[in-house]
């Protein structure tokens, strides 16, 4: 059977993605212009994002339901779009002083993109397989980027092992529902039957493990902060904030049309909340690399989002419609998360210097004499980060408290707080050294080194909107809590 | 252009435009800056003045309100009022401020642009806590706050500024994830962020379309919220951070974190704790009353053995604000009213000792009491002072502490006459400490050689501590202009946290005390007995 067009128009976002992806591969012989090259790449993260537009235009499943095209596929392909546009600004002066080649990092992380656009929209489980596929293995590569490195070579090689590992766990999942349930399209899977076959849950379960992985889950979380560490910097704003994104994403789209999922996974979202917040918080307090710092609060982060999770499911059992704002909850984290580690890593990347040497938190002390704009936004996105009010990581916050409220999980809602304080500690223990201890008599010699224009441009657009929809959640909000959202 | 109705915007956000324009002038000429703050805070000052006469005597509920939409989902909105109670903390932190910002003229020499606008900004903060009338409006503001004093004590403090400011800053993020779970509980439960709207809503019965909650609930709703005032009192157990971070502040930190911080709790306890949760509050009282009572004695104690001058300040607030909590948790019109007046009084004689030991310190820059000694000598201004100043936090008649402390003793033994005994001992004791420690730093032979060349009061000082002096005074002697107006506010309080005694209501000052001590009888039954003392 012919796609038709209005098929391919409900994947123009992917479509353009890869398409640029490709092009940048094969110019790589013919042209030398770095500039070039980091052109194509804003050219084609922008198209593909624009493209987003459209497919939500022509809203509706597209290939005979392999994807759906809705509201929720575009909130996620403009989130992972905008993430890649940012993350090749910024990347573009990281490459130049690491001396690393332009073109196939662009190629790669088009890929991923597209990988992660594909997640978002898939509806049926073997596309989201390939979604899965295409984004683990371009962040595979992206990991060892830096292959000189020794550590971003460590990082890329635990990312595989443990990666292909998990896309095991989730592959055999789909043979396991597919056995029990005869389809792999998530549309087909609401019959009665299905509530108590074990087979099915174990398909599930597993599913769950693959996917758990993806968004370092504890126990699943053990890979991150090397992973995080090793890679490179523009590559970890990227992992933090784009396939996190992307596989909460499909994990919710299971939910809201699998309802044997969130029967079953109430209890296991209950425990891997409490255990994945844990987990990030308290290794996050022994933490002198500020890039580990923020890796494990990623940790910490997802088992917050998590936390949404459980709300969604525990009221999902109760068979009411009322799961809506929970949802919200979870897209409107994903989003104030992306932009804050985003700009976060971004910082982390400039100020480590050449061959990423300057990552200690000694670094970071009196920053905010040498550089006093970049100190006042890291600590934009620390305090949102830590949930304080006029930051949207503050409504993200506290959307989660009431979802999970809402849905009487207040023991749940009682260990965010008690982690929310853990947490306060270590970002504060950040914006103290900037701000209250001196610098050391090395980085005060040492001229300060002035942001290139796109870094301060991804920094200004990131602190912008942090701020904004810390002061005016509205309109994402109504957007994402429209009735429409899934397409049914 | 003077602001009309949005004048509680307008005192909200001046010192923010102040803020704003200070961060815009370039950080170098120090003078400029010092006087654009001082200027923009007197200005703040007197637009505060402008709101005594909209608060009409004797009428309780808000004025001035100010309602507008924020966010639709959840109906989150601006909505701001002032009454009795606010009204004079609001002024309370608008005096001083500028007071503070002549405090810190020549004390703070760098980034001193910052330290303004941090100054400023944790105004900011402080009055939207006073005038929110939204649980989450108040909950912004009150998270807000945090990160400019946070600053104040950990950039320009002491020795162990850094340690003291995440000490102050995790304690109060402690208490206050906790009231945010309350405020979502609460939404949840009612539908809206309107403090009003809750209270009618908890004060109407099941059948009436109201909210009744189970004892239970409505005791960790209490808990919730009060658990996060209390830290900010602090209430024994829970005032290890302030000994702290008053220590380590620079003098106008202390002089804002004594004189409106603290009362951001007691303030708390009095509008959220009491009106929505009476029921919780009368089971909670004797609990409450017992902690409050140690904290006045042990606080008075242990600010009587502190080698360290600024510490034993900052004990003495541990002491004086235990008296504020049982004036509020003694349900009695007086004590209540004593409650909010000795929250203003603390204010202006704790700001003032803050302030002086901050000059004793500029001079000397220890703040050990064995290395100062017959300080009359060379600064004999100074140490007038400070003799008036300690009169009149230890209660001297016809001084400010006077009133507070007298009302609250008065209107608790009304109700509780061993709280009451208990207390006053906190009365004695602060006369020991106060008059010991300023006998060791004033009186006798000069010890150190260095001591006896010290500068007195320069002019600046002298205009500072001239017009805390002269409030002092006025609020001993003219004490009816302030309780005339915290009556209304303050009866409002105990009619909701005693809705079963509606014929006060009618008559505010009417009630004898003998017939309130007969009323009430089953909740002093309830809370002495818990108490364990009968």
Known sequence: ?488 | MLPGEHLLSVLIFFPAMGALALLLLRGDDHKFIRIIALIVSLAEFLFSLLVIPKVPIGVPGYHLEEFAKWISQPPINYHLGVDGISLFLVILTTFLTPISVLASWKSIEHRVKEFFVMLLMLEVGVVGVFLSLDLFLFFLFWEVMLIPMALLIGIWGHERRVYAAVKFILYTMAGSIFMLIGIIWLYNATGTFDLLAIRVLLHTPASQGGLELSSSTEMLLFLAFFVAFAIKVPLFPLHTWLPDAHVEAPTAGSVMLAGVLLKMGTYGMIRFCLPLFPGASHRAAGWVAALAIIGIIYGALVAMVQPNLKKLVAYSSVSHLGFVVLGIFAFHNISMQGAVYQMLAHGISTGALFLLVGMLYDRRHTFEISEYGGLATPMPKLAAFFLFVALSSLGLPMLNGFVGEFLVLLGTYQRHWQWASWAALGVILSACYLLWSYQRVFFGEITREKNRTLPDASAREKWILVTMAVVTLWMGIGATFITSRTAAAAQNVIDQVEPQRPYEAAAPNGATPQAKRDSSSAAKAISSGRLGIR
């Open chain 1, 1 to 488: 059977m012919l796609p038709r067009t209005i098929d391919i128009y409900r994947v123009l976002p992917e479509l353009m993605w890869c398409g640029f992806g490709l092009l940048a591969m094969l110019m790589q012989p013919f042209v030398r212009s770095r500039h070039f090259f980091t052109f194509l790449a804003l050219i084609g993260t922008l198209a593909g994002t624009a493209a987003s537009v459209t497919a939500a235009m022509h809203a509706g499943p597209g290939f005979g339901g392999l994807v759906q095209s809705d509201s929720f596929s575009f909130f996620f392909r403009l989130l992972v779009g905008t993430v890649a546009f940012l993350v090749v600004l910024a990347a573009g002066p990281y490459l130049e002083r690491e001396r690393l080649p332009f073109a196939e990092f662009y190629a790669l992380l088009l890929f991923a993109t597209a990988g992660m656009g594909v997640l978002a929209s898939a509806q049926e489980l073997l596309t989201a397989f390939i979604g899965l596929e295409m984004s683990s293995i371009s962040s595979y590569i992206l990991a060892g980027y830096r292959r000189d490195s020794l550590k971003s070579t460590e990082s890329a090689m635990k990312y595989f092992l443990l990666g292909s590992f998990a896309t095991a766990f989730f592959l055999y999942g789909i043979a396991l529902v597919y056995g029990s349930s005869g389809t792999t399209m998530l549309t087909r899977m609401g019959s009665e039957e299905l509530l108590d076959s074990p087979l099915f849950e174990l398909g599930l379960a597993m599913i769950l493990i693959g996917l758990g992985f993806k968004v370092a889950a504890a126990p699943f979380q053990v890979w991150t902060p090397d992973v995080y560490e090793g890679a490179p910097t523009p590559v970890t704003a990227l992992f933090s904030a784009g396939p996190k994104a992307a596989a909460f994403a499909l994990l919710l789209r299971i939910f809201a049309t699998v309802p044997a999922a969130t029967h079953f996974w109430f209890w296991a979202f209950w425990a891997l909340a409490a255990l994945t917040m844990f987990a990030g918080n308290l290794g996050a307090l022994v933490q002198t690399n500020v890039k580990r710092l923020l890796a494990y609060s990623s940790i910490a982060h997802a088992g917050y989002i998590l936390v949404a999770f459980a709300a969604v499911t525990s009221m999902a059992r109760g068979g009411s419609e009322e799961a809506a704002p929970a949802y919200a909850a979870v897209l409107f984290y994903l989003l104030s998360y992306a932009l804050v580690k985003l700009g976060a890593f971004t910082i982390v990347s400039q100020l480590g210097g050449t061959g990423e040497k300057h990552l200690s938190l000694d670094d970071y002390a009196g920053l905010s004499q040498r550089q006093p704009f970049v100190a006042a936004a890291l600590s934009v996105y620390l305090l949102s980060l830590l949930g304080l009010p006029v930051t949207a990581g503050f409504f993200g916050k506290f959307y989660i408290f009431k979802a999970a409220v809402n849905s009487h999980l207040l023991w749940l809602a009682v260990l965010m707080a008690i982690n929310s304080v853990i947490g306060a500690y270590y970002y504060l223990r950040v914006i103290v050294v900037m701000y209250m201890r001196e610098s050391s008599a090395e980085a005060k010699s040492a001229a300060p080194v002035g942001f290139p224009l796109r870094v301060n441009f991804v920094l200004a657009f990131t602190v912008a909107g942090t701020l904004y929809f810390g002061l005016f959640p509205n309109q994402v909000l109504n957007f994402i809590l429209q009735p429409t959202l899934l397409g049914h």
